[in-house]
């Protein structure tokens, strides 16, 4: 399942799940592919799910969708109400993404985004192995007497 690959993560990414995340982010800003694929598991397995779209498996077709989408240039996303799950190995992180970008007339339209991403520790270090991201509705974090309003 696992196959070496040259690929080398930037210099600015260190040893944790949230570095990768980090760079993952500013990458996505930066419209920078190469910035951005670095931080993928080098695995056959990857996976990718952007909002409203279909799910992608593989470095090759993560790349080829991410290229697509810089076309129009990087992604003015912020991540914010990271929630993490770290256990041996990998970490969860569940975040919402907000989108800013400029609207028609001035000002600025916001979308949000629900996001999970899974890392896992590899020889290489910590790698993204799989982003799924599905279109939201700003909502701030509940508490422990809401009770949830969707049933999955």
Known sequence: MNRPMSRRLPPAVSGSADDVEAEFYEALQRADLERLMAVWADDDEIVCVHPGGA????????????????????????????????WSGGALHHLV???????????????????????LKTAQGWRLAAHH??????????GPDDAPSTLH
């Open 55 to 86: 799910r992608v498996i593989g470095a090759a077709a993560i790349r080829a969708s991410f290229e697509a989408i810089f076309a129009r240039g990087g992604i003015p996303v912020l991540p914010e109400q990271v929630h993490r799950l770290v």
């Open 97 to 119: 993404e907000r989108v800013v970008v400029p609207a028609e007339g001035g000002g600025v339209h916001e979308a949000w985004v629900f996001a999970s991403n899974v890392y």
């Open 133 to 142: 991201a599905s279109p939201g509705t700003v909502h701030e974090p509940s």
